[in-house]
């Protein structure tokens, strides 16, 4: 059974960093793609990064391009979100999301998320 | 404003049928997969349909999945009260080199 836990979220000032935890089990970790999507309070769906399984290539949206860093240890099956110079703007529930293959086809499994909060 | 446009709600009542438009261009829905999902309120998001049409295990068949062109369609029929929902559809987008979600529709069942 697909587990995916993730961890590290809490209440940090503007400007200041944070660092996500997401981890894997219950398949293949290396094989697979995987993505942050957060969701403002109240607000949609908005994708944040994919990293994929092999390669390790990185794709950001443009909100969060040079501040936020997306990596994996596949030898730890954890996938992890470093996200400096926060903005109030960040503040929403971070979803760790595995993708269908190695590759951002489809997200298939969704963690269920830790809240990020940037105010002062 | 999202990249993909989908109706903010719609609503129709138990045991009928109602559909859920997803409208893109060249760049998403056109050139790639359609997926939708469903969230339920206070959950994190489910898979609903993969690669424009096709339904995870565990889905139940009540739910498809249409594509043409730019445009997709969620469609949902015998709606059942537990059917109430955020659907969101998503496609990547390869002028963004990102995925793209829909804004989002919030389905009321009758």
């Known amino acids: 059974e697909v587990h995916l836990e993730e961890s590290g979220g809490g209440l940090v000032q503007p400007g200041g960093s944070l660092r996500l935890s997401c981890v894997a089990s219950?398949?293949?970790?290396?094989?697979?793609?995987m993505s942050w999507v957060r969701q403002a309070p109240g607000k949609g769906l908005e994708w944040v990064s994919t990293i994929s399984g092999s390669v390790g290539s990185t794709y950001y949206a443009d909100s969060v391009k040079g501040r936020f860093t997306i990596s994996r240890d596949n030898s730890k099956n954890t996938l992890y979100l470093q996200m400096n110079s926060l903005r109030a703007e960040d503040t929403a529930v971070y979803y760790c999301?595995?993708?269908?293959?190695?590759?951002?086809?489809?997200?298939?499994?969704w963690g269920q998320g830790t809240l990020v909060t940037v105010s002062s | 404003q999202s990249v993909l446009t989908q109706p903010p709600s719609v609503s129709e009542a138990p045991r009928q049928r109602v559909t859920i438009s997803c409208s893109g261009s060249?760049?998403?829905?056109?050139?790639?997969?359609v997926n939708w999902y469903q969230q339920l309120p206070g959950k994190a998001p489910q898979l609903l349909i993969y690669?424009?049409?096709l339904l995870p295990s565990g889905v139940s068949d009540r739910f498809s999945g249409s594509k043409s062109g730019t445009s997709a369609s969620l469609a949902i029929s015998g709606l059942q009260s537990e059917d109430e929902a955020d659907y969101y559809c998503a496609a990547w987008d390869d002028s963004l080199n990102g995925r793209v979600f829909g804004g989002g529709t919030k389905l009321t069942v009758l």
């Open positions: 219950g398949f293949t970790f290396s094989s697979n793609a």
């Open positions: 999301a595995k993708e269908r293959g190695a590759v951002a086809l489809a997200i298939d499994f």
């Open positions: 690669y424009d049409d």
């Open positions: 060249s760049s998403n829905i056109g050139n790639n997969a």
